[in-house]
């Protein structure tokens, strides 16, 4: 297969972490026999610095002419911490999913075993733990009209959603439903907002259309705390904009760390994919930054394009990274891997799934790791 990715690194650790999510994508092209052509454009801090806008005209017409993108990360102290600008990075990853029509966030949940003791819940409680949750993208809060007084004492953010832009979302939820465990949850505050009562509705309507589909509905407090006390009750869940956004974070503790989840954000016709971590500017240039959600979004991108050997292929290396414990200091204090030794290992194992990589524990005491 022949496929344009567009490549933007993005911020903090974005650069580093999307090379070896490249390296495992030129691995599988090397081993499966396809053809996969790069091009890296600006965005975010970087790109206000450079172009003084966070998405520049001619990222965005790049990203229209690729097959896919492939994000790194986005944001800056610098913005975070100054309340009156203007200009922001994260504008550019908002206008982006809009420019291309993501309507829907994909991002699985799924405990590593060899991973499950660096999760700060019991071990019993996360066990087997395997859901999705498809999230609204490009409506919502935060996209939104937003209002504030003269004063600047009073402000104001429009939540608003069509019947159009949850019924698109919500069919694809149901079909995953249907490939999956044959269960949605729509997480909503139905009993407080009237855009979720509509949701509601749309969505029961939509599910009579998915017989074999159980549909049941958890207010976005209540969800909160289940997917803490029982996360294996759920299967899909579906959900509006900004609730998703905050659920998937929390999702991210079940893991253990934020390194390690990936996502998708599709449209009719475009698709991005992405660790869900941010830039983590305090670990740029360490070589400290776990580079696993990079990559399993690779795997996410070649799965989007029916390459599902492929897909495989990759997430069973980073199984075997994980098994041996070739991993950065966040799910191991006591690794002396970096980021590229990481990657190194995992595309290694794509292109040689059989052989058994031999470490060279001398090396890696004096933290000179090699892989042999």
């Given at each position: 297969?022949?496929?344009?990715?567009?490549?933007?690194?993005?911020?903090?650790i974005g650069?580093?972490?999307?090379?070896?999510?490249?390296k495992?994508?030129?691995?599988?092209?090397?081993?499966?026999?396809?053809?996969?052509?790069?091009?890296?454009?600006?965005?975010?801090?970087?790109?206000?610095?450079k172009?003084?806008?966070?998405?520049?005209?001619?990222?965005?017409?790049?990203?229209?002419?690729?097959?896919?993108?492939?994000?790194?990360a986005?944001?800056?102290p610098?913005?975070?911490?100054?309340?009156?600008?203007?200009?922001r990075?994260?504008?550019?990853?908002?206008?982006?999913r809009k420019?291309?029509?993501?309507f829907?966030?994909?991002?699985?949940?799924k405990?590593?075993?060899?991973?499950?003791?660096?999760?700060?819940?019991k071990?019993?409680?996360?066990?087997?733990?395997?859901?999705?949750?498809?999230?609204?993208?490009t409506?919502?809060?935060?996209?939104?009209?937003?209002?504030?007084?003269?004063?600047?004492?009073?402000?104001?953010d429009?939540?608003?959603?069509s019947?159009?832009?949850?019924?698109?979302?919500a069919?694809?939820?149901?079909?995953?439903?249907?490939?999956?465990?044959?269960?949605?949850?729509?997480?909503d505050?139905?009993?407080v907002?009237?855009?979720?009562?509509?949701?509601?509705?749309?969505?029961?309507?939509?599910?009579?259309?998915?017989?074999?589909?159980?549909?049941?509905?958890?207010?976005v407090?209540?969800?909160?705390?289940?997917?803490?006390?029982?996360?294996?009750?759920?299967?899909?869940?579906?959900?509006?904009?900004?609730?998703?956004?905050?659920?998937?974070d929390?999702?991210?503790?079940?893991?253990?760390?934020?390194?390690?989840?990936?996502?998708?954000?599709?449209g009719?016709?475009?698709a991005?994919?992405e660790?869900?971590?941010?830039?983590y500017?305090?670990?740029?240039?360490?070589?400290?930054a776990?580079?696993?959600?990079?990559?399993?979004?690779?795997?996410?991108?070649l799965?989007?394009?029916?390459?599902?050997?492929?897909?495989?292929?990759?997430?069973e290396?980073?199984?075997?990274?994980?098994?041996?414990?070739?991993?950065?200091p966040?799910?191991?204090?006591?690794?002396?891997?970096?980021?590229g030794?990481?990657?190194?290992?995992?595309a290694h194992?794509?292109?040689?799934?059989?052989?058994?990589?031999?470490?060279n524990?001398?090396?890696?005491g004096?933290?000179k790791?090699?892989?042999?």
């Open positions: 297969m022949n496929l344009k990715i567009a490549l933007l690194p993005g911020d903090g650069p580093e972490v999307l090379e070896q999510a490249v495992c994508l030129q691995a599988v092209e090397e081993t499966f026999n396809h053809n996969f052509t790069y091009k890296e454009a600006l965005v975010g801090a970087i790109a206000i610095e172009k003084r806008n966070p998405l520049p005209n001619t990222t965005l017409e790049l990203c229209k002419e690729a097959d896919a993108v492939l994000f790194g986005i944001g800056d610098k913005y975070d911490n100054d309340p009156e600008a203007k200009i990075p994260e504008q550019g990853l908002l206008r982006l420019e291309l029509e993501l829907a966030n994909i991002r699985p949940v405990i590593f075993p060899s991973l499950i003791h660096n999760s700060p819940l071990k019993d409680i996360i066990s087997k733990t395997d859901f999705i949750i498809y999230r609204e993208l409506g919502g809060i935060y996209f939104g009209e937003k209002k504030i007084n003269a004063e600047g004492t009073v402000a104001s429009l939540c608003e959603y019947e159009k832009e949850i019924s698109r979302i069919h694809l939820a149901f079909k995953a439903a249907k490939n999956r465990r044959n269960k949605l949850t729509l997480v505050k139905a009993n907002l009237e855009s979720s009562r509509l949701w509601r509705k749309v969505v029961t309507k939509i599910g009579e259309s998915y017989p074999e589909v159980v549909l049941d509905f958890l207010f407090d209540n969800a909160a705390m289940q997917i803490i006390l029982n996360p294996r009750q759920f299967d899909v869940i579906l959900t509006e904009n900004m609730f998703g956004d905050i659920i998937s929390e999702g991210s503790v079940i893991g253990g760390s934020i390194g390690l989840l990936a996502s998708a954000s599709v009719d016709e475009n991005l994919f660790p869900i971590h941010g830039s500017p305090q670990a740029k240039g360490k070589d400290i776990n580079p696993i959600a990079s990559i399993l979004s690779a795997a996410m991108l799965e989007h394009f029916g390459l599902f050997e492929e897909a495989m292929a990759v997430r290396a980073v199984d075997k990274s994980l098994e041996k414990s070739v991993v950065t966040d799910l191991n204090a006591k690794s002396q891997y970096g980021t030794q990481v990657g190194d290992f995992i194992n794509i292109v040689d799934s059989e052989d058994d990589i031999n470490m524990d001398e090396n890696i004096l933290g790791s090699t892989i042999i």
